[in-house]
């Protein structure tokens, strides 16, 4: 099978794979119970809205060649996996910490803000984030990596931190290549990568998707979901043994 006919399978995949999770999710009953910061199921639940927008994101820029852009969102996508494990095992608590730390980075923006803003009722609003804030932390993705399934979670996580999300020599010097014809070493703006490597990355921004459907099954004990997951799961299998994609 040629590199092109992949590449058309696995985003056929994908098309499916983000169909079956919105069904999921409009079979999915969800209590908007108070207090809402304590409440796990509607936080799984808007953590999985938000991979399947993660996901449709990164495939469109994988249909523009924009590789490592693509990469920073199947990086989201592994952290909200490992968010939405931790919600599965701590429950109320997580809930809490996710809604604590959405506090506590508006409070350390408003910090930010505050020395330069003269008008005193702005600086008023400002000043009564900062106060919200206090008290609360911010969630490290590392705390969650030794739950079960969560290691690859993390491990791909830091992956794409250190290749896509962030401006390190690993992720800068992609645009230093060598010219085929002369050899000679060039900086180039927009790097071309082979249908080989994008194959590899439809490969993985999927596996993050279905990560993610596992962590979400496991908060909510959707059965409707098992199903899903299992069917895709057989599909994905051989389509990566068709790409000679190692497991």
Same mark, same amino acid.
């Given at each position: 099978?040629?590199?092109g006919?992949l =590449?058309s399978k %696995?985003?056929?995949?994908?098309?499916d794979?983000r /169909?079956?999770c919105?069904?999921? *999710? +409009?079979?999915t009953k969800?209590?908007?119970?108070e207090?809402?910061?304590?409440n796990?199921?509607?936080?799984?639940?808007?953590l999985f $809205?938000?991979?399947?927008?993660n996901?449709?994101? @990164?495939?469109?820029?994988?249909?523009?060649g *924009? =590789?490592i852009e693509?990469?920073?969102?199947?990086?989201?996508c592994? !952290?909200? +996996?490992? %968010?939405?494990?931790?919600l599965a095992h701590?429950?109320?608590a997580f809930a809490?910490?996710i809604?604590d730390d959405?506090?506590y980075n508006?409070?350390s923006?408003? +910090?930010?803000?505050?020395?330069?803003?003269t008008?005193l009722s702005t600086?008023a609003?400002?000043?009564?984030? =900062?106060?919200?804030?206090k008290?609360?932390?911010?969630i490290n993705?590392?705390?969650?990596?030794?739950l /079960?399934?969560?290691? !690859? /979670?993390?491990a791909?996580f830091?992956? *794409?931190s250190?290749s @896509?999300? #962030?401006?390190?020599?690993?992720?800068? *010097?992609?645009h230093f290549?060598?010219?085929?014809?002369?050899?000679?070493?060039?900086?180039?703006v927009?790097?071309?990568?082979?249908?080989g490597e994008?194959?590899?990355?439809?490969?993985?921004?999927?596996? &993050?998707?279905? #990560?993610?459907?596992?962590s979400?099954i !496991? $908060?909510l004990s959707?059965?409707?979901?098992l199903s =899903?997951?299992? &069917?895709?799961?057989?599909?994905?299998?051989?389509?990566?043994?068709?790409?000679r994609?190692?497991g």
């Amino acid at each position: 099978m040629s590199q092109g006919e992949l =590449i058309s399978k %696995w985003f056929s995949l994908a098309a499916d794979l983000r /169909d079956d999770c919105l069904s999921l *999710l +409009s079979q999915t009953k969800v209590e908007l119970t108070e207090p809402l910061d304590e409440n796990p199921d509607l936080f799984a639940f808007l953590l999985f $809205c938000r991979t399947i927008t993660n996901f449709k994101g @990164a495939m469109s820029l994988y249909q523009q060649g *924009l =590789i490592i852009e693509a990469q920073t969102l199947q990086r989201s996508c592994f !952290e909200n +996996s490992i %968010w939405l494990r931790r919600l599965a095992h701590e429950g109320p608590a997580f809930a809490k910490a996710i809604w604590d730390d959405g506090r506590y980075n508006e409070a350390s923006f408003a +910090s930010v803000l505050v020395a330069g803003t003269t008008d005193l009722s702005t600086r008023a609003e400002i000043e009564e984030r =900062i106060k919200l804030g206090k008290g609360g932390k911010r969630i490290n993705a590392k705390d969650g990596q030794s739950l /079960d399934g969560a290691s !690859e /979670d993390y491990a791909e996580f830091r992956r *794409l931190s250190m290749s @896509a999300a #962030h401006p390190s020599s690993t992720a800068l *010097l992609r645009h230093f290549v060598r010219d085929d014809t002369t050899g000679e070493l060039e900086i180039s703006v927009e790097v071309v990568e082979d249908d080989g490597e994008l194959v590899t990355n439809l490969f993985f921004t999927v596996a &993050a998707m279905m #990560h993610t459907l596992d962590s979400f099954i !496991e $908060c909510l004990s959707s059965p409707e979901g098992l199903s =899903i997951r299992n &069917a895709m799961a057989a599909r994905i299998v051989e389509l990566q043994a068709q790409s000679r994609i190692a497991g």
